[in-house]
Each structure stands twice: as C-alpha cells, then as structure tokens.
C-alpha cells in the first residue's frame, strides 16, 4: 500500500475540521491533527488552513504545501499564495481531487492530461461554437435544452481552461476537430 499523505488542518471552525477529517478518512490522506491556531512548527507533508486565522502567513515558512479551506468570498491576490484553494461547498471528490493536485505537484492546466478529455458530445458543441453558432442554434441542432448546452460549454472551459470563443476556436482547430476553412 501507498504511504498516506499526512494532513494537518488549522482552522477556529470544529465543524470544518470534523467535516474535513471526515471526507478524508477514506483516502489516501490521514488526518494527523486538527488545530486553531498555527503550530510553531509542523510535521506533515500538507496543510489545510482557514484563512481567516489572522497567523495564517507563518505556516508558509513550513515549506509543506498550503492549501485555503474557503467558506466565504475572499481577496484573490491573498489566495494566490496557497498552492491550492477548497471550499466548504466543493463537493467530496473535488476536494480530493484539488488535494490529489497538490500532492502530485500537477497545476490547473494539466487538467486534459489527468483524464478530463473532452466527451464527444462536448467536441461536437466545441466545433459548434467555433463555427459561431449561438447556444440555440446548437441546442436545436442537437435536440438539447439551451441550459445542457450552457452546461457543456462550462464544462469545455473547465476542462481546457480556455473561456473566450476565439481561444475555444484555436484549440479545435488545433485538435483537429475542424478545418480552419470550415469557419465562417
């Protein structure tokens, strides 16, 4: 069996800790304490950590991954020290998922390398859109509700992490899905 990833998680809330060692139980990821305040020293290999903890910049000096448990609306620039951010309402497998990122070293833009490719319903409505059709057009060409489209166009940006129409068309052009002719 794979060594377990010791976590250490510091937030004021035990209603997070709880939930959070919880989730975890089951993984590949041991919960070692639960705390409220930053330890002067630790010995894990990950920690979880409520921002909202004033001390919270010391657990940088740690040199262990630093991941932002979330539970309200905060400054993105102050997010961006963490190597990962969870929030309270991520459902279970993306946490782990998130978590699974952090220790395996891989970023946000590896997301098609780590088994999200695209389904081919997705690779249809990205060809649709690089073609400038409108999420109607797409849905009644498709027979789908323009709110399955939306969702599927969400998810394409999740998973290529490109949003902007033009870059949706640069990327299928690149995959091969269409013919740069193709497009009006």
């Known amino acids: 069996m794979n060594e377990r990833t ?16 919880a989730i975890l139980a089951h993984t590949e990821f041991v919960v070692e304490d639960c705390l409220v305040d930053v330890p002067d020293s630790a010995d894990s290999d990950m920690i979880l ?10 657990v940088f000096s740690f040199d262990v991954p630093v991941v932002a448990i ?14 990962e951010v969870i929030s309270i309402y991520d459902r279970p497998q ?5 978590l699974r990122k952090v220790v395996s070293g891989a970023s946000e833009d590896d997301s098609l390398q780590d088994g999200r490719e695209l389904s081919p319903r997705e ?13 109607k057009e797409i849905a009644y060409k ?6 399955t489209v939306m969702t599927h166009r969400k998810n394409i940006a999740a998973k290529t992490g490109i949003k902007s129409i ?12 269409i013919d740069i002719e193709s497009i009006k």
């Open 142 to 147: 498709y027979n789908l509700s323009i709110f």
């Open 94 to 98: 993306a946490m782990i998922r998130k």
């Open 70 to 83: 979330i539970h309200a609306a905060y400054d993105e620039r102050s997010l961006s020290q963490f190597s």
């Open 49 to 58: 950590i409520d921002p909202v903890i004033t001390s919270y910049n010391s």
């Open 166 to 177: 033009a870059g949706l068309t640069a990327y299928a052009i690149l995959q091969g899905l």
């Open 123 to 135: 690779k249809e409505i990205l060809v649709c859109v690089a073609k400038g059709m409108l999420n």
């Open 6 to 21: 010791r976590v250490l998680i510091i937030s004021p809330s035990e209603i997070i800790s709880s939930g959070l060692k």
